[in-house]
């Protein structure tokens, strides 16, 4: 298997880390960015003790310079990316009529503007190459909506359109651009939300539980493979049958 330089923001979290686990096990050379070092240290020394050798560079990905930097340094050390997952994501909860400009602000700039700031300084290389494999981590309120998510649930959706323009821009190039929608995993992001509010969720779910990283993450290795080259512009929902759009 052809070993490629993979990017993964917000790789530390729940869904990021299974995602670096099942990339590193293809053979990859993977990277990601932290903001607190400490506790990125603690966690890659984590994954080392399983085997896994992870990159990681300091970067903010809801600033366009601090994102390109960071580019650049994975770049400098592991190669062009070849493989780029828009992954990293905050929530903001509250209902829009007590919504603050920050916390709309705050929820775009980390999961839609991030997916500008990171792509754009790998697309041309990507181009140049011939190859590549990106794929936007959305969720099942971009494509449902969320009491208390406006902002989430619109960045979200952006990143569906925003893949599928550059899908269409970039297919003559050998590159993909896919989403994955996962619905409600059991990651930090999803305990946060109050006990009762979460078992009333879940118990709308079919499947009857939350979702696991490994079950988001095995989407996300098949999109980045190298036999995924005809699967362009695709929105795949996991999410344990909780919403069903076709
Ligand atoms: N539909 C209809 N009404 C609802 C509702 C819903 N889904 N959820 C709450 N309400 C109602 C309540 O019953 C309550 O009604 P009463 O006032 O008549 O009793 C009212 O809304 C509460 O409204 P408030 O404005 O006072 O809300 P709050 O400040 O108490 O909190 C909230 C609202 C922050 C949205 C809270 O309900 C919450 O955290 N909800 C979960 C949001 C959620 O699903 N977030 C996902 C996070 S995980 C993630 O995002 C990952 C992913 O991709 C899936």
């Known amino acids: 298997m052809t070993q490629r ?12 880390s299974a995602i670096i686990h099942y990339l590193a096990q293809q053979g990859h050379r ?10 990125a240290e603690a966690w890659r020394q984590k994954m080392a003790s399983s085997g896994i050798e992870v990159l990681l560079v300091p970067g903010d ?7 390109e930097t960071m580019v650049r340094q994975v770049e400098e050390k592991l190669g062009p990316v070849e493989i780029l997952v828009n992954n990293a994501g905050i929530t903001r909860d509250t209902t829009f009529h007590k919504m603050s400009y920050q916390q709309w602000t705050e929820v775009m700039n980390t999961n839609l503007n991030a997916c500008f700031n990171v792509t754009r300084p790998v697309i041309d290389n990507m ?13 099942i309120n971009g494509q449902k909506g969320q009491y208390g998510q406006a902002n989430y649930a619109a960045a979200k959706a952006g ?25 409600y995993v059991g990651t930090d992001m999803v ?6 509010v979460r078992e009333k ?15 988001i993450a095995h989407a996300v290795a098949f999109f980045t493979g190298e036999q995924a080259s005809w699967i362009t512009g695709a929105n795949l929902a996991i999410n344990g049958g ?5």
């Open 127 to 139: 181009r140049t190459r011939k190859w590549g494999r990106i794929v936007q981590i959305s969720s």
């Open 61 to 67: 990905v809801s600033d366009p310079a601090s994102s």
């Open 242 to 246: 909780h919403y069903m759009g076709w």
């Open 191 to 196: 305990m946060a939300v109050p006990e009762e």
């Open 5 to 16: 330089t993979a990017l993964v923001t917000g790789g530390t979290g729940g869904i990021g």
């Open 201 to 215: 969720i879940v118990a709308q779910i079919p499947v009857g539980r939350l979702g696991k990283p490994d079950e």
């Open 159 to 183: 990143m569906h359109g925003f893949t599928i323009s550059l899908a269409q821009e970039n297919a003559k190039f050998g590159i993909t651009v896919n989403t994955v929608s996962p619905g």
């Open 30 to 39: 993977v990277a990601t960015n932290y903001r607190d070092q400490a506790k």
